[in-house]
């Protein structure tokens, strides 16, 4: 193989997939980039500087405007939003609202689409997502879409969050995951779902570890490593 492969992980909400891209790039040395905190970085900016969620042009244009770029730090790879490392800013509830909002609009998919494939395409990377594999990265050499219950998935997400909100109810998050699952699998433009070509794995009753164990696998797999 000419090049290391490009390992696309795809799912919704709360199915792991950003655990599993680290710690799959961890175990083959690759980079990694989860691509929601791309779309959070828009959201985040947008609350930020005032400009409306309902703004399509005045979103379009934030996306263009901004550069993102991957860097390892502290023996991580981190994601750089205009060069700054916006951290825990990035994971907040409304940060995550705004992102599912922001990722229905055409103009910042379109800038965000060719931000993520300039990143992976000299290969070597793990990318997680919600249209990884369909749209951005159609081509991957190894494709994999994480299932999980909405019940897990919700409990998952409540765990992430326990830093900032340990009273959240698991009901809010529950219902907050229904509507973004009906929210990225319904929009136009990229819906949520599964590539033919794509593993398909159920991660309720899997760990992390088990998780990024069985894309391992795969990748030797596909790539005879």
Do not use: C
Request: no cysteine; glycine share 8%; hydrophobic share 40%.
């Amino acid at each position: 193989m000419s090049r290391q492969p490009v390992i696309a992980i795809d799912g919704p909400a709360g199915s792991g997939k950003t655990t599993a891209a680290r710690l799959v790039a961890q175990r083959l040395k690759f980079r990694w980039l989860d691509t929601g905190l791309m779309y959070r970085a828009i959201g985040f900016k947008a609350l930020k500087t005032g400009v409306d969620l309902r703004d399509e042009a005045g979103l379009t244009s934030l996306a263009q405007r901004t550069q993102f770029a991957l860097e390892r730090r502290r023996g991580d790879w981190v994601l750089l939003v205009d060069g700054e490392d916006l951290g825990q800013l990035l994971s907040t509830p409304e940060a995550d609202e705004a992102s599912s909002v922001v990722a229905t609009v055409v103009g910042v998919r379109a800038a965000l689409v060719g931000a993520q494939r300039k990143m992976g395409e000299d290969g070597g990377i793990v990318v997680a997502g919600r249209d990884m594999q369909t749209v951005v990265f159609p081509d991957a050499e190894v494709k994999v879409f994480l299932e999980a219950s909405p019940q897990v998935r919700a409990a998952r997400r409540v765990q992430q969050r326990q830093g900032d909100t340990p009273q959240e109810d698991l009901r809010q998050v529950a219902a907050e995951i229904h509507e973004r699952d009906t929210r990225d699998s319904t929009r136009e433009t990229a819906p949520l779902k599964a590539a033919s070509d794509a593993l398909i794995l159920d991660t309720d009753h899997l760990n992390a570890q088990q998780v990024a164990s069985e894309i391992v696998r795969l990748v030797e797999m596909r790539t005879g490593s």
